[in-house]
């Protein structure tokens, strides 16, 4: 069974900083892929950034230059450091992972087999 617990998520001021945390079971984490997506009210649930088991990292461009996304193998923990947050930011982040294996970690919800519950991100103008 793979877990994956988020943590992190506020509420902020644009221009601020928040880094979110994803503690993987090890059975998730070891191999395949891992991710950030997230959803806005009203919204599709879309890729923010993803990693492979290699360090591979793929990104939205809405992120790219803000967001970077990370593990540390030793804690078995995903993160995503967001800098620069603007209110389109605003939504519920969700990690997520998959232990298929692809040539470059997909940004489409539909590969990922295993979620967490969602923490919110809110940034206000």
């Known amino acids: 069974q793979v877990q994956l617990v988020e943590s992190g998520g506020g509420s902020v001021q644009a221009g601020e900083s928040l880094r979110l945390s994803c503690a993987a079971s090890k059975s998730s984490y070891s191999s395949g892929c891992m991710g950030w997506f997230r959803q806005a009210p009203g919204k599709e649930r879309e890729g923010v950034a993803t990693?492979?088991?290699?360090?591979?990292?793929s990104y939205a461009d809405s992120v790219k230059g803000r967001f970077t996304i990370s593990k540390d193998n030793t804690k078995n923990t995903l993160y995503l450091q967001m800098n620069s947050l603007i209110p389109e930011d605003t939504a519920m982040y969700y990690c997520?992972?998959?232990?298929?294996?692809?040539?470059?970690?997909?940004?489409?919800?539909?590969?990922?087999?295993?979620w967490g519950q969602g923490t919110q991100v809110t940034v206000s103008s």
């Open positions: 990693i492979d088991s290699g360090g591979t990292t």
């Open positions: 997520a992972a998959t232990l298929r294996l692809f040539a470059r970690p997909p940004m489409e919800s539909k590969w990922y087999d295993y």
